[in-house]
């Protein structure tokens, strides 16, 4: 079984995931292949892979590997 | 002072940072509000058109878009977003945290903030002049959050800060503003805004701030964790109002001895 490091925890990698599938998975809305959530609302939320930040338009392109480390941010409280 | 006055007086001399004029001088962060609802009628009784947040990972643990509703508040309350690198003790972090801000809420506008360690949470002036030089050149609109230190203020704009926030107390201290006389002398030298930034307790140390020259006023835990915030947050928006105006209206000098503000002329004879 692939895994790899989500928001620093273990987690499953399916084969073929992308990060869109990750920020769909995450935020629990579903993501356009552009990288805009389709319920038209603004998402908030940015992606870095392996340090690396993979800019919206990207993510269904980017295939997300094994081991791979997955950040997924957005805005909270603080400041 | 009518809700009409307060505009049309706030219109008449707005704060204009970053090339963008707003319309209200307090900047509200978000920090240590114990609920969402609470924070938001905070903000609105506030007044204010920017506010800042942290950029975290997003829990899943509290539900599909928990992580957005911060961001879609600030959205649906007309209030500009100003994401912040609170967390950061290094450039390398601060650049990183600012580059996935950008990316995530869409502003090139960052509250640096870069600390030196967890206990004191003052500014690392080292770490945030190269993260602010960093930043620039990536096109970033930098807010830096920076100590009293009048020197570190000037090296900050002339690295191209688009604006220069330096703090009256360490974070949460509610100490008011410390170093007055810095304070003071970071507004006459500055050629871009400035905004006091850190440490503020009440209302009359926001308004002793804007009697400084300051050109707005940033707090969070001096509302979020007041009593009754809501009323504190309205208490917030006048004091920098007052101040304001006072800072404008030219006061009169202190004097060593009285001055009769009634004539001696013209008293009855009793």
């Known amino acids: ?79 | 002072m009518t809700q009409a006055l307060t505009d049309k007086l706030s219109q008449a001399d707005p704060f204009t940072v970053a090339g963008v004029a707003l319309g209200s001088r307090l900047i509200m962060g978000t920090g240590g509000a114990p609920s969402l609802d609470g924070l938001g009628a905070a903000l609105v009784a506030s007044g204010t058109e920017l506010t800042t947040v942290a950029m975290r990972r997003y829990a899943t643990g509290g539900g599909p878009g928990a992580g957005t509703n911060l961001f879609e508040l600030l959205l649906e309350n007309n209030i500009r977003v100003l994401p912040n690198t609170a967390g950061c003790f290094t450039a390398r972090e601060a650049v990183m945290t600012a580059e996935l801000a950008r990316e995530a809420l869409e502003t090139d506008w960052v509250k640096l903030e870069v600390i030196a360690d967890e206990h004191t949470l003052l500014p690392d002036a080292v770490e945030l002049v190269d993260a602010t030089e960093q930043l620039v050149n990536r096109g970033f609109k930098v807010f830096a959050y920076t100590n009293d230190d009048p020197v570190v203020a000037l090296r900050l704009e002339q690295l191209g800060a688009a604006a220069v926030m330096p703090l009256g107390a360490p974070i949460g201290t509610g100490l008011g503003i410390l170093n007055p006389h810095n304070i003071e002398l970071i507004v006459s030298r500055a050629n871009v805004p400035v905004v006091l930034d850190a440490g503020i307790g009440t209302a009359s140390d926001a308004a002793l701030a804007m009697e400084l020259g300051c050109d707005a006023v940033l707090l969070a835990t001096a509302v979020t964790r007041a009593q009754d915030p809501v009323r504190m947050a309205e208490a917030f928006k006048h004091a920098v109002i007052g101040g304001r105006l006072a800072s404008r209206a030219g006061r009169i000098p202190k004097r060593a001895h009285a001055l009769a503000s009634s004539a001696m002329e013209g008293r009855p004879d009793l």
């Open chain 1, 1 to 79: 079984m692939s895994t790899i490091h989500l928001n620093g925890a273990p987690a499953p990698l399916a084969a073929g995931t992308t990060v869109a599938d990750l920020v769909a998975a995450v935020t629990g809305r579903a993501i356009l292949p552009t990288g805009q959530p389709a319920d038209g609302r603004r998402l908030g939320v940015a992606v870095a892979r392996n340090a690396d930040i993979v800019p919206r338009s990207r993510w269904s392109q980017t295939a997300v590997e094994t081991d791979d480390d997955v950040e997924i941010v957005t805005a909270v409280q603080g400041g």
